[in-house]
């Protein structure tokens, strides 16, 4: 069966089938006339339709490929008004010298000589060039029939590439937010506080999100806003409240977008906040009617701090700024402001695909 399949798809197989069906249905009015004259009619015929064959293939193969498809228009015209000549002079005299035909004896008798090589030249071009005409029509079909499946290939393993280099980039944070963690947690376990107990029950909590829910290439932003919810409340016991953390969330809808997108920047906003009276995080998200969320988180700083935005590399700023340029290409714009006394990050998604 698997073979039977593979010669029917075969270009040689349908080649056959085309000319065969051709030829069968050109020969049969002869085939049934049932006389001896008839047989060399039947095979001038078939001399003829080797001539079409000829004239077809040399379009398909030299003409088109040469001309046509390099759009060189002239010269695709010029030969392939030659390949018709080639055909008329190639059946007419085959038909004089080889079969004895006489042409004349098709037309009136009343007709000028003239009139009937009109005539007959007309009927011989009309007649190649149907042929060359369908079978052109047939090959630039498939052609672009092929060039459409191997865009659709080529869309699809770009998919592929870009959902692995998501994909790659996406596991990158989970290992790296939970080495931070845990280096928390450590910390505060060397100094025996009570708080490790309360730290490792939300880091649960964390971890269940990012395992689970994050598998899939959306969340619900109403979930993404409850993991900074709890990673802020984690952070707020380890630092036993020394800074005032503010967290606002609007929305006119629960829309989706890619899970940890925010994580790198709150992340950065703890680490370098300042410690002393006063210090604050600041965390708003808010989505428009017109499909665009704004991300903003703003901390204090000490004035003499270095430079925050060196901080950002490796699996932090590069990571973000990846993932974003792979799934809002043109589609976002990312503000980092590094001023005396406060650092800020904002973050402009416009979440309309079409």
């Known amino acids: 069966m698997k073979t039977l399949q593979k010669i029917i798809k075969s270009l040689l197989f349908q080649h056959l089938l085309f000319w065969a069906t051709v030829a069968f249905l050109l020969l049969l009015p002869d085939f049934n006339k049932g006389d001896l004259k008839s047989w060399q009619v039947v095979l001038q015929n078939f001399t003829t339709l080797s001539f079409i064959a000829l004239a077809v293939y040399l379009n398909l193969l030299i003409i088109i490929p040469r001309f046509l498809r390099k759009k060189r228009f002239g010269y695709f015209v010029l030969f392939q008004l030659a390949n018709i000549l080639l055909f008329f002079m190639l059946d007419v005299l085959t038909g004089i010298y080889f079969f004895n035909y006489d042409y004349s004896s098709a037309f009136d008798p009343k007709m000028s000589a003239s009139t009937k090589f009109a005539v007959l030249f007309l009927s011989e071009v009309l007649l190649v060039s149907f042929f060359i005409a369908v079978t052109t029509f047939i090959k630039l079909l498939r052609d672009w029939m092929t060039m459409q499946d191997n865009t659709l290939k080529l869309k699809e393993m770009e998919r592929q590439k870009l959902e692995a280099e998501l994909q790659s980039l996406k596991s990158q944070i989970n290992p790296h937010f939970l080495f931070n963690t845990l280096n928390n947690i450590y910390a505060l376990a060397l100094d025996e506080s009570e708080k490790t107990p309360d730290m490792i029950l939300k880091l649960s909590e964390l971890m269940r999100y990012i ?63 300042s410690k002393t009276e006063g210090s604050y995080i600041s965390v708003r998200i808010l989505v428009e009617k017109n499909k665009e969320l704004l991300f903003h988180v703003e901390n204090s700083k000490e004035d003499d701090m270095e430079d925050e935005t060196q901080e950002y590399s490796g699996v932090g700023l590069e990571n973000v700024k990846k993932r974003l340029s792979l799934l809002y290409p043109q589609r976002h714009t990312l503000d980092i402001q590094n001023i005396p006394y406060k650092f800020s990050v904002t973050l402009k998604l416009n979440l309309d695909e079409s």
Do not use: W
Request: glycine share 2%; aromatic share 12%; net charge negative.
């Open 211 to 273: 395992i689970y829910d994050c598998r899939s290439p959306k969340v619900k932003l109403s979930k993404e806003t409850e993991f900074i919810k709890n990673y802020i409340a984690l952070e707020q016991l380890r630092l036993d409240g020394k800074i005032k953390t503010d967290f606002f969330c609007e929305m006119c809808d629960d829309i989706e977008l890619p899970p940890l997108i925010f994580i790198n920047f709150l992340e950065n906003a703890f680490k370098h906040a």
